[in-house]
């Protein structure tokens, strides 16, 4: 008596993303499946010229859902196999919805087919990760960052991101209410940015309505479970971050009030900057450089979490004079920089307006 072998779940799923109809002259060479555990789509039966006609001129290939009356193609990148070629759709396909691909090579008579994304093909998203992440944020933050597992369909997030009082009423208009929301290219990573003329003491908004968070208090930002990805699925239940206010910090930035570690020569630990408040995140990556004895900037892998910031080298360090280069448009979570403080009295002016060059000596 033979026994039957199980087929892994994602086999199914391939499987079950079933092509339904075929119609060119390549139709007995060509084929297309949809990896569900991959998101991708796989392209058989093209020859090596073929394949690399495609890639070179990814406009060959059209994607869309079937039945649109417009010829534009979803957004999606190729790459090339072994013997196949990967479509990556910018977006997940949508269960339960029939997609057309359509190739159309120069002096050759176009393929096309339809497929089907089998309707069980389910990935609800998640809020994976939340910044700033520290214990106590202050006052007058500008901007909050929610990251999701899956691409989120745009225009929701008025309604379905909502920030509370300790006693669980809302904040009435805490974020700029802007026509265009701020999502990645990725459309996983939201900014939520504070409404900046309830932030500024003596400001029409900040005067009527106050500042949107107080020192000393508690909030609670909740996603609600109604949130759905770019694919329509929803998140499923409320999410809730817990946010204590610190006090507001109305000075610029001070790099001189930074502490710096340097790691010995020869190892491969990092430089790391412990800062003396919460750095933008996207701010802290892409203004902070370190430059070696040699004048070029050092390739690493760099992490921060707004609280420091370290580069890990790629290869051993090698004794030198280093140079920590240090934007002046470098700002907090507040909107201080290097020249000015966001909303600083009398005299909280600063008069920086070109990079600071920190030395970083690794003996």
């Given amino acids: 008596m033979h026994q039957m072998t199980q087929k892994p779940f994602w086999v199914w799923q391939v499987l079950i993303a079933t092509l339904i109809f075929v119609q060119s002259a390549f139709a007995e060479e060509i084929s297309v499946q949809f990896d569900a555990a991959e998101e991708i789509l796989v392209i058989h039966g093209l020859s090596p010229s073929e394949q690399s006609e495609l890639l070179a001129k990814p406009d060959f290939l059209r994607l ?7 010829a534009r193609s979803m957004l999606m990148k190729l790459a090339g196999a072994e013997d196949a070629v990967h479509v990556h759709p910018r977006f997940s396909l949508r269960h339960g919805k029939q997609y057309v691909l359509a190739i159309s090579l120069p002096d050759r008579e176009g393929f096309e087919t339809k497929l089907l994304v089998a309707d069980d093909i389910r990935k609800p998203p998640r809020l994976v990760k939340f910044e700033p992440s520290h214990a106590v944020i202050p006052a007058n933050i500008l901007r909050l960052y929610l990251m999701f597992s899956e691409p989120i369909a745009r225009g929701q997030a008025g309604k379905f991101v909502t920030l509370h009082h300790s006693d669980g009423t809302i904040v009435q208009s805490p974020f700029l209410n802007l026509s265009t929301e701020l999502w990645d290219q990725s459309q996983k990573r939201l900014t939520l940015l504070f409404d900046p003329g309830r932030m500024k003491e003596g400001v029409g908004p900040n005067v009527s309505a106050g500042p ?3 020192p000393g208090e508690s909030y609670r930002l909740v996603v609600s479970g109604d949130l759905e990805s770019a694919a329509g699925e929803p998140v499923g239940q409320d999410v809730a971050v817990s946010l204590r206010i610190g006090h507001a ?8 009030e930074w502490e710096i570690q340097m790691p010995k020569a020869g190892s491969k630990e990092p430089v790391s900057i412990a800062f003396d408040r919460i750095i ?12 070696g004895p040699d004048g070029y900037r050092v390739p690493g892998g760099i992490h921060t979490d707004g609280g420091g ?3 890990f080298p790629p290869a051993i360090w090698k004794a030198g004079l280093y140079t920590l280069e240090i934007d002046p448009e470098l700002e907090d979570v507040s909107g201080n920089n290097l020249r000015t403080a966001f909303d600083g009295g009398e005299g909280a002016i600063g008069k920086v307006t070109e990079p600071i060059f920190m030395n970083v000596p690794i003996d």
Avoid at 64 to 70: E, L
Wanted: glycine content about 4%; cysteine-free.
């Fill in 309 to 311: 910031w370290s580069i």
């Fill in 212 to 214: 949107p968070l107080e």
């Fill in 64 to 70: 869309q859902i079937a039945g649109q009356s417009s």
């Fill in 249 to 256: 910090k109305n000075d610029p930035i001070n790099p001189q």
């Fill in 280 to 291: 933008d995140t996207a701010a802290a990556r892409r203004m902070l450089k370190l430059v």
